[in-house]
């Protein structure tokens, strides 16, 4: 699914651009839950960035905005690291662990701060910032070559299940996957957010679904170790797929975004 982090990465971009209000990026992050709290999670990020460690009075995302606009930030990146692929997320640490941890964070180049969310409790989100150095990005995967691998992780996903005689044919699946698409959050992107990246983020929404529903298809454990297994590794270059396909579609958002301000007016 799409994630917190992929909504404070491009709202937060789009307004350091000048093109989305603060007021817009508080708004956006309501879809993942309706209080969010900021603390520092070491002593660098509390200092630079006037931020309360965890344990004090966390403050609001208000105070990080402010804070970020303070230190000269231009704009952020999202990471989205699995066991194995941890591509740009800089050297091993508590920014690197919080992040695996979460599968997910906002990267702020400019000024070498990360930011991890974590639910703690029904309808409240922590976000916490640590100091780190990021490295360059690494090479990204173009929106074009993520859309046509959404494409191919499809069809050889599906031909090895096949072959493995592990799919099965579920009476109502499509009811169950608009169920399950509904009650996603509803999430919005601010305007002049390209509409192939917007396109792409739909789709990888839509094979997530259809991926997390495969992955829960074993009513009573029904398929043996090996089988579940085997369906697992068959699996597996489709869920790649799609989050390389987030992954892509928020940063070409965000390159947008970053453009366009550098522009001369």
């Not at 931020?51 to 990471?79: C, E, K, M, N």
């Not at 090479?139 to 592990?166: M, N, P, Y």
């Not at 996957?177 to 396109?199: F, I, N, V």
């Amino acid at each position: 699914m799409c994630c917190p982090s992929a909504t404070l990465t491009v709202w937060t971009s789009a307004w350091l651009s000048g093109a989305a209000a603060s007021d817009d990026v508080l708004d956006a992050l309501l879809a993942w839950g309706e209080a969010h709290e900021v603390v520092a999670a070491d002593a660098e990020a509390a200092v630079t960035l006037n931020l309360p460690l965890t344990g004090d009075f966390p403050v609001t995302p208000v105070q990080l905005l402010a804070a970020l606009r303070a230190r000269g930030a231009a704009s952020a990146r999202l990471v989205l690291p699995v066991p194995g692929d941890v591509r740009g997320l800089g050297p091993a640490g508590r920014l690197a662990e919080a992040a695996l941890r979460a599968g997910e964070a906002t990267l702020l180049p400019g000024i070498g701060f990360g930011i991890v969310p974590q639910p703690i409790a029904e309808g409240l989100m922590r976000w916490s910032v640590y100091k780190v150095d990021i490295p360059a990005a690494a090479d990204q995967v173009g929106l074009g070559e993520a859309e046509h691998g959404l494409t191919d992780a499809i069809r050889d996903s599906a031909g090895a299940l096949k072959a493995l005689d592990v799919a099965r044919d579920r009476p109502g699946v499509r009811a169950e996957l608009t169920a399950w698409l509904k009650a996603r959050p509803k999430l919005s992107w601010p305007a002049g957010t390209p509409g192939r990246a917007l396109r792409v983020l739909q789709r990888a929404e839509e094979i997530g679904g259809i991926l997390a529903l495969a992955q829960a298809d074993d009513p009573g454990g029904a398929l043996s170790a090996s089988a579940a297994v085997r369906r697992a590794d068959a699996l597996r270059p489709l869920g790649d797929a799609v989050r390389v396909a987030r992954h892509a579609a928020i940063n070409e958002a965000v390159r947008l975004f970053t453009e366009q301000a550098e522009r001369p007016s």
